[in-house]
């Protein structure tokens, strides 16, 4: 059985992937400094990825994990749209816009053949997946790189289906985390649990490792994951800051604020719950809305609307991704942060 161990890391911490706030200087960064790098690969094109890979094997030569999403390509509802749409017009108006023509091109594509080529010239050592796993075939070609097979888990049902489908590893994300939750077997958000209770379920009853994430912010926390029985631990909230990642100034000045304080799960950015910083937008709408359309389809018609109100200095159109504990996140390097961090594995 595959482990944490076999990666021949210095600790294993694993920066969580951040589609939108990241591109691969963060990911050479934590692992240089010991840890697991991650590359975010959803909103990328074939092209991009392998540029992406190129760079970070010309700056490291450590392990390091791409991050890939398998949701099912949605189908385009024109009524949900409408309402959409609709919803949105006021804000248009505010801004002097007008709706663009409607859209059913996606902004994220989930994994595939094209993807999977690119990864057979790179060999990975980590693949990890987020709503699932990929299509058998697909599944099968990722493995024969050699590559750790890693997917995350919102319950405990899902922890079984991934390792009954061949994960090597599995993510225990609880509800604090930050971005979008990895559920894919219900859209009951009911059913979503915090690290401990999560991390202690799963840990109960599968036997791949398990890695806790969600709410890590200190050393203390790494040790509470790791006590209970956890191969590692997953942080992304506490690198927002770090000075390799590409977050915004507006999303940085967001967490440096008052505004670091509250948190909420909202399907309006993208389609799917996710967690970040309350906005105007989800004061208005209500953070879960059952008009927003099918992932990823509902960042269409709020793409002008985000670039035109951050051109004005105002980020409520745009999805500012963070946990629960975003007001510890601080400006550092990457390497201080993880060095902070790895801290919690000294008991």
Wanted: include cysteine.
């Amino acid at each position: 059985m595959m482990d944490l161990t076999q990666l021949g890391l210095a600790f294993p911490l694993i920066q969580a992937p951040m589609a939108g706030v990241q591109d691969s200087a963060l990911t050479i960064a934590v692992t240089e400094a010991g840890g697991l790098g991650s590359l975010p690969c959803a909103m990328l094109s074939a092209e991009q990825l392998d540029a992406a890979l190129r760079q970070i094997r010309q700056h490291t030569q450590g392990p390091y994990n791409v991050n890939f999403f398998c949701h099912m390509p949605p189908e385009y509802d024109a009524e949900r749209d409408l309402l959409w749409r609709a919803a949105l017009q006021p804000c248009y108006e505010r801004f002097g816009l007008t709706l663009p023509t409607s859209t059913s091109q996606p902004s994220r594509q989930p994994f595939n053949d094209a993807m999977a080529e690119v990864l057979e010239a790179h060999k990975p050592a980590v693949v990890s997946f987020h709503f699932g796993l990929p299509a058998p075939a697909l599944l099968k070609r990722v493995q024969r790189l050699g590559a750790q097979i890693w997917s995350s888990a919102t319950t405990l049902d899902e922890a079984l289906w991934l390792e009954k489908q061949g994960a090597d590893v599995i993510i225990a994300q609880g509800l604090e985390a930050g971005g979008h939750r990895g559920m894919f077997l219900s859209t009951d958000l009911k059913t979503q649990q915090r690290r401990m209770p999560l991390l202690r379920d799963v840990l109960a009853n599968v036997k791949v490792p398990v890695v806790a994430a969600g709410g890590i912010a200190t050393p203390e926390d790494v040790t509470e994951a790791m006590a209970a029985g956890a191969a590692g631990v997953q942080v992304g909230t506490a690198y927002l800051r770090s000075l390799e990642a590409t977050t915004s100034p507006l999303h940085r000045a967001a967490l440096s604020s008052s505004a670091a304080q509250m948190t909420a799960l909202t399907n309006l950015y993208s389609g799917r719950p996710a967690r970040g910083l309350v906005t105007e937008l989800m004061n208005d709408l209500g953070a879960m809305s059952a008009i927003v359309p099918p992932f990823p389809l509902a960042s269409n018609a709020l793409a002008p609307l985000r670039q035109a109100a951050e051109a004005q200095g105002v980020a409520d159109f745009s999805p500012l991704w963070a946990g629960e504990r975003a007001p510890e996140c601080r400006e550092a390097s990457a390497a201080e942060i993880t060095a902070f961090l790895a801290q919690g594995f000294v008991v």
